[in-house]
């Protein structure tokens, strides 16, 4: 009997002590947590940020001690961010790979789903409530606002506008270490994991742009997909 209160106890202990809290979807945060475990101190870009805690990769980074930039165009997904974290900077616009306008197919104020790109509109199951014009600007423009010099970790989820947001981007100047993008496959009959397909991956603009430009495919979580820079030593 004292041989088993022992071992429950022992693990209950081990519940205790590696118990790991994410606030991703998908745990996405547990995996660049890692590549920086040794890094207390950090900085992080996070585009299309959409709110601060529930499915956010970077709050376990907040947490941590890291700071940096959050971007969304929702301005409400904003304010919620200046509430909560107030260490960050935290901007309401839209990024593209320039300054121009665009339609933004709209669903309500702080939806996840709200997005620029019409096929993607177009393959949701929602109805899109309004079409909006929006300005955009470029991520260069404003890191270069924000005197933004190496990015640790980058962020970017824009409902299928991401290749976009990565062309205007300059990424051999700020050189991010680890990037996770979203990746939305509308070949797929249904968006879901099960149905992901690595060749699709493999011949995509997006995983084709950041190869050319020094990155290498390390992980692949639901929609995530996580890129490190190839001279990235953590």
């Known amino acids: 009997m004292l041989n088993n209160l022992i071992k429950r106890i022992s693990i209950l202990r081990r519940k205790i002590l590696y118990k790991k809290i994410s606030y991703s979807f998908g745990g996405v945060d547990l995996l660049i947590n890692y590549l920086f475990k040794e890094k207390k101190k ?21 947490k941590k001690g890291w700071n940096g930039i959050n971007i969304d ?70 890191l270069d606002t924000n005197n933004v010099g190496h990015i640790n970790y980058l962020n970017i989820d824009v409902e299928g506008h991401e290749l976009s947001v990565l062309k205007g981007f300059d990424m051999i100047a700020h050189k991010p270490d680890v990037i996770s993008i979203e990746y939305l496959d509308l070949k797929m009959k249904e968006l879901e994991f099960r149905n992901n397909k690595l060749d699709n991956v493999l011949n995509s603009n997006l995983y084709k742009h950041m190869v050319k430009n020094n990155y290498s495919l390390i992980n692949w979580n639901h929609a995530d997909l996580i890129f490190i820079n190839n001279s990235f030593k953590n």
């Open 42 to 62: 950090g900085f992080y870009v996070d585009v299309g940020a959409q709110h601060p805690i529930s499915n956010n990769n970077t709050y376990l980074l907040f």
């Open 73 to 142: 165009l929702d301005y409400e997904n904003i304010s919620l961010f200046n509430l909560v974290r107030k260490n960050d900077l935290n901007i309401c616009t839209a990024l593209s790979s320039k300054n121009t306008e665009l339609d933004l197919y709209f669903y309500h104020n702080k939806s996840p789903i709200n997005t620029v790109e019409k096929n993607v509109a177009e393959s949701q199951r929602a109805k899109v409530k309004e079409i909006k014009k929006i300005k955009t600007t470029t991520l260069n423009s404003l």
